[in-house]
């Protein structure tokens, strides 16, 4: 257990600029992050690119640039276009499903769009370019989007992810990744079937299917593939309204059973009642939950108050 966590760029700088794009990677590498997160989708032609959805509509101009192109759902999926059409689009702020609104107002104005899809080997030749500028060592985080649903598309998802992991230098144990993924099957099957010695970050939600994993016997069986469990922060603590919470059973738990933490999401413009600053919210996290690393908007908060933890260890 340390009291000075990961810091993980949540999709890039996205508390700052548009999320998943290249230039929110290279600032929350300038900002101090230790690892940045990849959310990876394929399009038609195979390709691997660093989308959060399926679906294109909340981040890009799809609707204007491809109308028609859309799905019975009224959704443009990324595995509906060939890269070279994806490279046409334009990236967003994200905005409320539905609307032309951003998510977060304060954050990067919605109707500038100077930004575009970046594939994984572009990301990763970034940071392994910044890396050697910089002198540093910042981690990879990919996620394996709903491998499920790629496979009804005649996808393998996780294959194609760990095959091209391994052709940029990412396949033991010591190097810097984590793969995360929500589906539990399929993250056993990235360590048995597949192979892969990556460490594995089996995410979770707070819905009821998630019920029978984060009971002990659940989470023994998660620590026999995964190396840590990625929980929103929220299952971690009891809350009472504007009171300092308590720590909740599933750390305690998760702890027993060996895995590390790596709760998701930290950010300024979205904190629970009890936290007045992400400052705050960060501290008691790292301090009385103990995690051992935390998903963040704002990776420069993070990153300084890591810092300064890691002055009184």
């Given amino acids: 257990m340390t009291s000075a966590p990961l810091v993980i760029a949540h999709r890039g700088a996205s508390g700052y600029l548009p999320e998943h794009t290249l230039a929110g990677k290279a600032l929350a590498y300038g900002l101090g992050a230790d690892y940045l997160e990849q959310d990876v989708v394929a399009t038609r032609d195979s390709k691997l690119v660093v989308l959060h959805d399926l679906y294109l509509d909340d981040v890009t101009d799809v609707a204007r640039r491809f109308p028609g192109r859309n799905r019975d759902d009224g959704r443009h999926y990324v595995i509906d276009f060939d890269l070279?059409?994806?490279?046409?689009?334009?990236?967003?702020?994200?905005?409320?499903?539905?609307?032309?609104?951003?998510?977060?107002?304060?954050?990067?104005?919605a109707e500038t769009g100077v930004l575009s899809i970046a594939t994984l080997e572009e990301e990763l030749r970034l940071i392994h370019g910044l890396n050697r500028s910089m002198r540093r060592t910042v981690g990879i985080y990919p996620e394996i989007k709903d491998p499920t649903w790629h496979r009804k598309h005649g996808v393998d998802l996780a294959r194609?992810?760990?095959?091209?992991?391994?052709?940029?230098?990412?396949?033991?144990?010591?190097?810097?990744?984590?793969?995360?993924?929500?589906?539990?099957?399929?993250l056993a099957r990235v360590k048995d079937a597949l192979g892969s010695q990556l460490r594995l970050i089996q995410l979770v939600g707070t819905g009821a299917d998630y019920a029978s994993l984060l009971t002990a016997p659940g989470l023994r069986q998660v620590a026999s593939y995964a190396h840590g469990l990625g929980p929103h922060y929220s299952q971690l603590v009891a809350e009472k309204g504007r009171e300092r919470p308590s720590v909740a059973p599933l750390a305690r738990l998760a702890r027993a059973a060996g895995l590390q933490l790596h709760p998701y999401t930290f950010r300024r413009d979205e904190l629970p009642a009890y936290a007045g600053t992400l400052e705050e919210l960060l501290e008691l996290f790292a301090v009385e939950v103990g995690v051992?690393?935390?998903?963040?908007?704002?990776?420069?908060?993070?990153?300084r108050v890591r810092d300064e933890l890691g002055k009184v260890q």
Avoid at 87 to 101: M, N, Q, W
Avoid at 160 to 168: C, N, Q, V, Y
Avoid at 292 to 303: E, G, I, K, L, R
């Fill in 84 to 109: 070279a059409e994806l490279r046409a689009l334009t990236v967003f702020e994200r905005r409320v499903p539905g609307a032309a609104t951003a998510k977060y107002a304060a954050r990067f104005p």
């Fill in 160 to 186: 194609m992810l760990l095959d091209e992991l391994r052709a940029l230098g990412y396949s033991r144990a010591e190097d810097p990744v984590f793969v995360q993924c929500f589906d539990a099957a399929e």
């Fill in 292 to 303: 051992d690393a935390v998903f963040c908007d704002h990776p420069d908060v993070a990153a």
